[in-house]
């Protein structure tokens, strides 16, 4: 038995639940930085190191919010390498100039 993920294509939102006990729990999770709702849960069943079913409700909250921030890092990298590659191929819009000058204060500034 194991935690598997219940995905309403639907809805495109997906949770978590045990094999074991037919219990879902944890966060309803939505499509977020091009990715689908269950491709996102997976990766952060993958990403956490143990059981989650072993987790108290604030240790799950806890391990998901750090997950979401390495996954909006990871997003905001990637999308930060595609406009550089736009902006080399005199590609971008309007408004991506100020995006492109946004990521590049985040991640390109020395503290």
């Known amino acids: 038995m194991s935690v598997q993920i219940l995905y309403d294509r639907e809805r495109e939102q997906a949770t978590l639940y045990s094999s074991s006990t037919d219990w879902a729990f944890g966060p309803v999770v939505g499509e977020a930085h091009g990715r689908e709702a269950d491709e996102r849960l997976q990766s952060f069943l993958e990403w956490h190191p143990g059981d989650v079913r072993h987790l108290t409700d604030a240790e799950l ?12 890092d990871q997003y905001a990298k990637e999308r930060l390498a595609d406009l550089e590659k736009d902006e080399d191929n005199g590609a971008l819009l309007d408004g991506e100039v100020e995006e492109l000058a946004a990521l590049r204060a985040r991640f390109l500034t020395v503290p």
């Open 61 to 72: 909250v806890a391990a998901w919010q750090k997950w979401q921030a390495q996954e909006l």
